[in-house]
């Protein structure tokens, strides 16, 4: 893949890249490295900060960015203080046992940060084997989508974002005009930390590579239950105690398609899920529409996971397009972002509890 300006991010995200071959295997991070050993992908080295140079005053992104390390995810990081950011805030302060202000004040930064805060933003290179893709044009109609091989990225910038849970645009707000984005280029992103990939027993889908790509941890806090608030727009999770140990922003229900209210328990967990498009099951569906088999991808229907429920037909996935959760409306299942779907996803199993309230 050649480097391509920043400047040119918007034209980008309309236009696709060309398919490339798939990147090297991962290789387990603490090993040492033969000469002829891949690279790991997914390891982004940080690089020294500029000399001379004035220190960036990123207090809502270096929040953000520590909210998401807690498991209180503000959604896209992109250093605004907007709805996600105080929902998530509000819930840190309910775990930590704050006033529950939703305002980043003096007693919430100690709290988040502690003695020695963390950067907003690094400094990375990006991996070669990162850079390599494989990238796909994605048509917008379903049947359409199921010739594809798979529902990856579209393209570098894409991946980039979703890698440190932020957006395209964003990236952009970060970087000079003139920077190059490619394989060993340097480039500032939200301070997200690399993950090793986890080598899970029967993981035939390559679903330790998916966490690595998403910098999400495979060991999270074990859930004793959900509890899924249409009023406030969050999925929370619960340990046996009832404490608030994670919260992520949602988009559930319609008109339509109204979030089911009542009490249902997890049945299933499928990573990295084929999607069987039913066209009967939408009622926006076209009448052209046939039934299809969609492959895996995070830019599939239902993201990188579905998190299936004792409701029939209904789940907790994620999203082709993070940007609009919570502000959009979904098919009645809840939508989370790619990253909060997989990191939900290492914290439930088949029984955990799921409680959808109004």
């Known amino acids: 893949m050649r480097p391509f300006m920043l400047s040119s991010l918007i034209a980008l995200c309309a236009t696709a890249c060309n398919s490339q071959p798939s990147a090297p295997a991962p290789q387990e991070r603490g090993q040492e490295q033969q000469s002829t050993a891949p690279a790991d992908p997914y390891a982004f080295a940080v690089q020294p900060e500029p000399a001379n140079q004035p220190q960036r005053a990123d207090s809502i992104l270096q929040a953000q960015v520590a909210l998401d390390r807690a498991g209180f995810s503000p959604g896209v990081i992109d250093g605004k203080e907007g709805m996600s950011f105080t929902d998530a805030l509000r819930g840190f302060q309910q775990a930590r046992g704050l006033p529950e202000s939703g305002k980043y004040d003096e007693a919430a930064a100690k709290a988040l940060l502690g003695d020695n805060p963390q950067p907003a933003t690094w400094l990375v290179r990006i991996p070669e084997g990162f850079a390599k893709g494989p990238f796909f044009a994605i048509p917008k109609d379903l049947n359409d989508q199921a010739k594809l091989p798979a529902l990856g990225y579209r393209n570098l910038l894409e991946r980039l974002a979703e890698r440190f849970h932020t957006r395209p645009e964003a990236l952009l707000a970060l970087n000079p005009a003139n920077t190059k984005v490619g394989p ?7 301070a997200i930390a690399n993950q090793p990939v986890a080598r899970i027993e029967g993981d035939d889908r390559g679903w330790g590579e998916t966490l690595a790509s998403l910098a999400v941890a495979a ?67 076209d009448e052209s529409d046939k039934k299809a088999l969609l492959k895996p991808g995070p830019n599939g229907p239902v993201g990188v996971v579905w998190i299936d429920l004792s409701k029939p037909h209904y789940g907790i996935h994620g999203t082709p397009e993070p940007q609009n959760i919570g502000r959009t409306e979904s098919h009645g299942c809840i939508r989370l972002t790619n990253w909060d779907a997989a990191r939900l996803a290492q914290m439930v199993k088949v029984g955990t509890k799921a409680h959808f309230q109004p």
């Not at 999925?235 to 608030?244: F, I, M």
Request: cysteine-free; hydrophobic content about 35%.
């Open 184 to 190: 060993g280029a340097v480039i500032r992103v939200p």
């Open 219 to 285: 060991g999270q806090t074990q859930a004793d239950h959900i509890v899924v608030d249409k009023s406030e727009g969050l999925l929370k999770v619960y340990d046996d105690k009832d404490q608030l140990i994670a919260q992520f922003p949602a988009t559930m229900g319609s008109q339509h398609d109204p979030l089911p209210i009542g009490d249902w328990t997890i049945k299933g967990v499928s990573r990295n899920p084929d999607f069987h498009y039913n066209p009967d099951l939408f009622w926006d569906a």
